[in-house]
């Protein structure tokens, strides 16, 4: 019976979920975001890039995190494309990181009347990890070689004069994983250039460190990250729509979790449940 | 009666579903909506794990994993293989090249006793060059990390600030003291400290697990908005 109750008892709590967050996709409230201090920093270092460098789109992530690190990519590709910006799609942790920027990009350009070549380039997925964003980091041409067309990347006019890290304004990382110690061990670390962390929210509180130290100038943690990044740019996008359902997602697990502390200390109290004090 | 082998009946599935997929893109079945009904249809078999284990599930796993592998596979061909190695020998007369493929293939020796030692000299020098790195990380990564950790216990810029830095040191301090294993913990300021130093773990522990519940529940309504609102159309809305 005891265990009857328990298969049921996690399916109720998914269904719950799946009701607390589907009403909201479905029902339109406004969301206002309170944009925090790293995600303003990051904001401000995008509008900082002079205009004869270019913003490296670090596109380190895959499929399974389109929902953090989709939107958050958007929203920085929108924030250049809007302003100006010349940036380069890179990736060099997951194959299909670049081809996914590539994605948003392609759709985002012709609203801001950019071009591909001039505007931006991809340089597409590079293997080699650590040595690669090395060598990277010394010289781009020599590196990168080709584009993700297979068209040599100097051929591109955005391009132009663009020749080590020394010549990028900002890399902005965008990943799932523990890619930033790499830029911030062989790029920041010796050239100094600049780096931005777009993560999911499981990351952010390894970024925080690196937020601390100056190695970042500023974070983007999740959904909530990129909706606070659509807030700046003054655009209501997919992000600033999603966080009703992700408050209401997470108001409901805050009520589970008091719920089950309550019945576990009760069941305690009973001798049901097996209880001890912490000790070191 | 002989009973068909599992991986046999998994083959056949998958065979018969590419077979599906290809007849309905050749003869225009699905339509345009075919992307979006192959995705609805590969969510909820995956999210029928949530009811319970079942062979649906497991189908539709292995399909993600094969898919991943499959697209990682060509990538690394066209991106990397082909234009910064095949290209290079074949075309440009670049033949030393060549040695590149013979060093990898030291890796694969693993798998013979004989030649096993070949597969030490490549590892080997592998991990040389990550210690190598790794040196040049203490000092661009930690080194400034530990300098930022220096902070002000007291600055009139703003008392918010400064309680900040008094929290963070007393973390430090008492989160380091209970992972120091060097000697037992007996006298009753270490004891303290250390035990201090898990709560305050804890509460961090806390975040995040709060952060990991806002990665998951994002791509949730990342799938159920798909649902919703591309394939359900609830309410007309795309």
Redesign the interface.
């Known amino acids: 019976m005891e265990q009857s109750s328990q298969f049921w008892s996690r399916r109720i709590i998914w269904l719950l979920l799946a009701i607390a967050t589907g009403i909201f996709i479905v029902v339109k409230v406004k969301a206002v975001m309170y944009v925090s201090r790293p995600a303003l920093s990051l904001y401000e270092a995008v509008e900082r890039v002079p205009a004869d460098k270019i913003i490296v789109v670090s596109c380190n992530w895959e499929p399974g995190t389109r929902g953090e690190n989709g939107l958050q990519t958007e929203a920085l590709i929108r924030h250049c494309l809007r302003n100006g910006k010349h940036f380069a799609i890179f990736g060099w942790a997951y194959p299909a990181g670049p081809q996914l920027g590539q994605q948003i990009a392609e759709r985002l350009q012709g609203r801001y009347h950019r071009r591909y070549g001039t505007d931006w380039v991809n340089w597409g997925y590079k293997t080699g990890q650590n040595n690669m964003v090395r060598a990277w980091a010394q010289n781009i041409p020599g590196t990168i070689k080709e584009d993700i067309l297979h068209k040599p990347i100097t051929s591109y006019p955005v391009m132009r004069g663009i020749r080590s890290a020394r010549d990028v304004g900002l890399i902005l990382e965008i990943t799932p994983s523990d890619t930033l110690v790499t830029y911030v061990r062989f790029v920041y670390g010796i050239y100094g250039t600049p780096i931005g962390y777009a993560c999911t929210g499981v990351m952010a509180p390894e970024g925080f460190p690196y937020l601390d130290a100056g190695q970042i100038v500023g974070l983007l943690k999740g959904l909530a990250g990129a909706a606070e990044y659509e807030q700046l740019l003054h655009y209501r996008g997919e992000a600033l729509k999603r966080m009703p359902a992700q408050s209401s997602a997470h108001l409901l697990i805050i009520a589970l979790i008091v719920v089950g502390n309550v019945l576990y200390f009760r069941a305690r109290r009973r001798g049901e449940a097996p209880g001890r004090r912490l000790s070191t | 009666m002989n009973r068909m082998p599992a991986g046999l009946k998994a083959l056949i599935a998958l065979a018969a579903f590419a077979v599906v997929v290809y007849l309905g893109i050749r003869y225009r079945v699905f339509a345009a909506n075919l992307g979006i009904w192959l995705a609805a249809i590969c969510t909820l078999a995956i999210y029928s794990i ?2 319970r284990e079942n062979v649906v599930f497991r189908f539709f796993e292995h399909i993600f994993i094969g898919l ?1 592998t499959g ?2 596979f060509y ?2 061909i066209t ?2 293989l082909q ?2 190695w095949w290209v290079p020998v074949a075309k440009e007369g670049k033949w030393y090249w060549v040695f590149a493929l013979l060093f990898s293939t030291m890796f694969y020796t693993v798998y013979s006793k004989r030649f096993s030692w070949m597969n030490r000299l490549a590892a080997g020098s592998f991990m040389g ?2 210690a190598g ?1 790794g040196i ?2 203490f ?3 930690l080194g ?2 530990m ?2 950790s220096f902070k002000p216990l007291w600055t009139s810029a703003s008392p918010y600030i400064a309680v900040n830095n008094i929290l963070f040191f007393i973390t430090l301090i008492t989160v380091m003291s ?1 992972f120091f294993f060097s000697f037992e ?1 007996r006298h009753p300021v270490v ?1 303290g400290s ?2 201090l130093g ?1 709560w305050l773990l804890m509460v ?1 522990l806390g ?2 697990f709060g ?15 798909f649902l ?2 591309q394939w359900l159309q ?2 007309g ?1 795309h």
């Open positions: 949530l009811y991943a697209y990682s990538t690394i991106q990397v234009p910064k060059l990550s790195l040049v990380g000092t661009t990564v400034p990390q300098a930022a209970y913990q004891k250390a035990r898990r961090a975040a995040i952060n990991t519940v806002m990665g998951r529940m994002s791509l949730l309504i990342d799938r159920l908005q919703l609102l609830v309410f809305r």
